[in-house]
T-cell receptor, first 113, second 114 residues
């Protein structure tokens, strides 16, 4: 079945450092890909998405490119801030799976001032 | 848009008791999901509805779990004869459906089974 694999955390960075969180997926069809974020004490919310190969999703300085050849959707940010400290979840929605959204295990990010 | 509302926020119960959670989705959303999340893990799919129709139920769910969405609006998730392993955060999400759908999550119900 469909699945999402993320790099294990926690990831600890200093402010203004470069961030990469790896995500790879397995899907039967051609899924849409998402990154959701969960800030401390808050619910999950969509950060960005990409719906087809080579699409780049972006929001709040974060980017991720849909790479069909490597089945990856890595999250990047050029300069992290303390306020980016959160848990980040990679997810997919596959039309052959009834469009239900499947999540990875999450990667916790700590950013130090 | 009042967001997705879940009640109660917290539930403490004794093993063997039944519990019921409620989710009120965003009003124009026809798709509703239930997920379970344990500490350090991502949301685990339980079941989902398109309007009042239940489209799929996870094979991970035992027969003790049942969900309904009687009029295609709010939904309830019931767990019968609770076990300690049922302790988790139960999340509800809603969406308009489709390939590009964005899920809107509620704050969840934290269940503790003693």
């Amino acid at each position: 079945g469909d699945s999402v694999t993320q790099m294990e955390g926690p990831v600890t960075l200093s402010e203004e450092a470069f961030l990469t969180i790896n995500c790879t997926y397995t899907a039967t069809g051609y899924p849409s890909l998402f990154w959701y974020v969960q800030y401390p004490g808050e619910g999950l919310q969509l950060l960005l998405k990409a719906t087809k190969a080579d699409d780049k999703g972006s929001n709040k300085g974060f980017e991720a490119t849909y790479r069909k050849e490597t089945t990856s959707f890595h999250l990047e940010k050029g300069s992290v801030q303390v306020s980016d400290s959160a848990v980040y979840f990679c997810a997919l929605s596959d039309p052959t799976g009834g469009f239900k959204t499947i999540f990875g295990a999450g990667t916790r990010l700590f950013v130090k001032a | 848009d009042t967001g997705v509302s879940q009640n109660p926020r917290h539930k403490i119960t004794k093993r063997g008791q039944n519990v019921t959670f409620r989710c009120d989705p965003i009003s124009e959303h026809n798709r509703l999901y239930w997920y379970r999340q344990t500490l350090g893990q991502g949301p685990e799919f339980l079941t989902y509805f398109q309007n009042e129709a239940q489209l799929e139920k996870s094979r991970l769910l035992s027969d003790r779990f049942s969900a309904e969405r009687p009029k295609g609006s709010f939904s309830t998730l019931e767990i019968q004869r609770t076990e300690q392993g049922d302790s988790a955060m139960y999340l509800c999400a809603s969406s308009t459906g489709g390939l590009n759908e964005k899920l809107f999550f509620g704050s969840g119900t934290q269940l503790s089974v003693l």
